[in-house]
């Protein structure tokens, strides 16, 4: 891509050919130290006065306003000067011409026409303002000056040769935007200002509005193309939102005067630079590397949002990274947290799941400790001790009644183990049989419909309980470092600083819900005893009452994630998160910067195992994941 270096003043310095509320002349001193040395093309979308863009003089440039009233006269004096200065000739400072002149349609003059009328109106109507009534009309009263410079021609000459080097359009912001800036463009920007109003400078030359709403998304907007690689400068007024849209970036308060208002007391003002710079080229690369033998022993799971199919990928990004300690914030089925114990990394495996918590004891905490056969059949002996629970509670609703008696046998022997990691072994496979014996594995319905005959089924519980358990004996391993599983609230976790955390958190979105609970209540009350938990009698499940999270709510996530960033900020963080769930993935990168200097967003074709938004069979369960990567 061709580079300029930012313009030298020319001979005759080209100026803006307008008087413009809100126009930049007085802020270049401010602005032009900011421009970057170098850039590919130079783009402003706001366009009004364009004083950054005579200033500049830019030899690739493409510049844009809304108003066709204004690009027409821009598009006229760099194609056709001559016509435009003669029209202008014309023109007398009288109240009577103002208002003649004035009269007129612009669209219906020839095009160099309309552009003298733009200017002399500019010129000689009350404070140069532009503003039109609700059929388009322009109705700015006559300015009673005494000798404006309707044509000044040296002006006009040195403005055209400017613009002629331009590309001159009339859209929105958004399209010039979208469809122009590359990596190493100069962006600037000076849309309307905050607050919005019935006096902002947007509404006096156009009939659109821009609402605060339009500011956030323009904020949304820039963060895409500082991601793109392009410089941008953005200017406003001193206003709280500016703040907490620009945060992460430098932003400098500048002391301005408002020429245009005609209120004295608001005539002083405080503008703001906001400086963002390309984002630095990805350092991190996805390539995903083969993953040691060890992590095939896991016991598979289908358990809702589980990362076994993304496990090269988060390795691929964590190797990039030299690290000795990782904590897995929200386990869920442990298998990440296990992918980093075979990789020899010291693991802290958390989830505010009992049954996440007892897999992590009985695989990533626990390095060296086995169920024994011999034992495990015993524990399918009844000692006459059971207190029936499950067979009483839970009667025809997921399982026969010999199955849940044998249940109640295998949560009284279980709960008489003394050894902690042979008690959470021989838990996790109750909790496994228990889904695998479970058409889908979940407990939002009861019954046995969705029952397609698969071999899991067909087994006996006795069988499926010790299949598990040699599943989870087969998983033990010792890696040589110290393991820990916590069951708790991720923002409540103490541990000792870690180099890398890892943050797998339910995925908030308004199209479904990320209650594992509700789709877990049973395996999760086997694993808690049901201690702690109000079955719901009402329900037909008898499911208890869902965990209080953040991420049931938009706003709850979004608070969630900056604490965990301030919480964890000097780790290195990697986040999965999807591409149809809220925060957005601008507003997850504006979180992370905060707090770390380098935020990288990688994408990872993705399709979930079965869905939670419907049918698994339709497109919906197709997702990209990101992880953002914060160091």
Request: one cysteine or more; aromatic letters at 12%; glycine letters at 4%.
């Amino acid at each position: 891509m061709a580079e300029q270096a930012a313009q030298k003043p020319a001979v005759i310095q080209a100026k803006p050919i307008l008087k413009w509320a809100g126009g930049k002349t007085q802020m270049l001193n401010d602005l032009l130290p900011k421009v970057p040395s170098s850039y590919g093309r130079y783009i402003e979308p706001f366009l009004g006065g364009g004083a950054m863009f005579f200033a500049l003089q830019p030899e690739n440039a493409i510049i844009a306003d809304s108003n066709p009233e204004l690009i027409n006269m821009y598009r006229q004096v760099a194609a056709h000067v001559d016509e435009v200065i003669q029209y202008l000739a014309q023109y007398e400072n009288t109240k009577e011409m103002f208002y003649a002149v004035r009269s007129q349609s612009w669209e219906t003059l020839p095009q160099s026409e309309a552009a003298a009328r733009t200017i002399f109106l500019n010129k000689t109507c009350f404070n140069g303002l532009y503003r039109v009534n609700k059929k388009g009309e322009f109705n700015v009263p006559y300015g009673k000056y005494v000798n404006p410079k309707i044509c000044d021609q040296n002006a006009l000459y040195a403005a055209s040769a400017v613009l002629k080097k331009a590309e001159i359009l009339c859209s929105d912001y958004f399209w010039v935007l979208d469809h122009y800036a590359q990596e190493g463009d100069f962006i600037f920007l000076d849309p309307p200002y905050l607050p919005v109003s019935e006096y902002s400078d947007f509404k006096r030359y156009t009939k659109e509005q821009f609402y605060e709403e339009d500011h956030i998304e323009l904020a949304k907007i820039i963060l895409r193309l500082r991601e793109r690689g392009c410089h941008i400068i953005l200017t406003n007024s001193n206003h709280p939102l500016v703040h907490e849209l620009y945060a992460p970036f430098t932003i400098d308060v500048v002391h301005t005067k408002r020429y245009i208002s005609c209120r004295g007391n608001s005539r002083k003002g405080e503008d703001v630079i906001v400086t963002i710079p390309p984002k630095e080229k990805a350092l991190i690369k996805l390539v995903p590397q083969p993953l040691p033998k060890q992590v095939a022993a896991y016991p598979p799971t289908r358990f809702m949002g589980s990362k076994s199919k993304m496990l090269a990928e988060i390795w691929s990004v964590a190797s990039q990274f030299k690290f000795d300690s990782v904590v897995d914030l929200f386990a869920g089925s442990g298998i990440v947290g296990y992918m980093f114990k075979a990789q020899g990394k010291s693991v802290t495996s958390n989830d505010y799941m009992a049954m996440s918590a007892t897999f992590a004891k009985a695989m990533i905490e626990n390095n060296s400790v086995i169920l024994p056969i011999e034992e495990t059949e015993k524990l399918l002996i009844d000692q006459g001790e059971s207190d029936h629970f499950v067979a009483e509670t839970f009667q025809g609703l997921y399982y026969k009644d010999e199955e849940n008696a044998l249940i109640d046998v295998l949560r009284t022997n279980i709960a008489a183990i003394r050894d902690p990691y042979k008690r959470a072994i021989a838990m996790t496979a109750l909790i496994r049989a228990c889904t695998k014996k479970r058409p889908r594995g979940i407990f939002t319905y009861t019954g046995d419909r969705y029952n397609d005959g698969r071999k899991d089924l067909q087994k006996t519980f006795a069988q499926q309980f010790l299949e598990a358990v040699e599943a989870v004996n087969r998983a033990v391993f010792d890696n040589g470092k110290q393991n820990r599983a916590r069951h708790g609230d991720a923002m409540e976790l103490r541990t000792e600083q870690s180099d890398l955390v890892y943050i797998d958190p339910p995925y908030y979105s308004p199209l479904s819900d990320n209650e594992y609970v509700r789709r877990y209540h049973f395996v999760e009350g086997l694993a808690r005893n049901w201690q702690g938990v109000e079955i719901q009698e009402h329900t037909l499940t008898k499911k208890f009452k869902s965990y209080p999270t953040p991420f049931s709510t938009r706003n709850g996530a979004a608070d969630a994630f900056d604490r965990m960033f301030k919480k964890f900020a000097d780790s290195i963080l990697i986040v999965s998160y999807s591409s149809n769930s809220l925060p957005t993935q601008d507003e997850m990168v504006a979180f992370m910067s905060k707090y770390k200097k380098h935020v990288e967003v990688i994408p990872v074709d993705y399709r979930y195992s079965f869905g939670n938004q419907g049918d698994a069979r339709t497109h919906r369960n197709s997702v990209q994941e990101y992880l953002f990567v914060g160091y």
